[in-house]
């Protein structure tokens, strides 16, 4: 069973990425270009440990998000929005790792 209210990109939820609401376009693409610029903001201040802290909770959430691909009553869009903006986010993390 899916965690619906785990956050999975800052304040994001699962819920919220799988739902049928908000929809993806504006509303779900601009929560995730908002969250991932305050993320990015917040990676200057985090040590090497919570860096690669960061980066295995966010592969958790990607799995998580995409454990149940197939279910044609899922956002597709928005899972493969938050796919996007998830690896935006590690590729960050891992330049400053």
Not at 52 to 80: D, F, H, T, Y
């Amino acid at each position: 069973m899916t965690e619906l209210d785990k956050k999975v990109f800052g304040k994001i939820t699962t819920k919220e990425i799988i739902g049928a609401e908000p929809p993806a376009i504006p509303d779900t693409k601009n929560l995730l270009e908002s969250e991932l610029d305050s993320l990015l903001s917040q990676l200057e201040s985090k040590s090497k440990e919570d860096l690669q802290k960061l980066l295995e909770e966010q592969q958790i959430a990607i799995k998580l998000v995409n454990s149940r691909p197939g279910a044609m009553a899922l956002a597709q869009n928005k899972i493969q929005m938050f796919t996007k903006y998830s690896q935006k986010y590690i590729k960050s993390i891992n330049e400053k790792l």
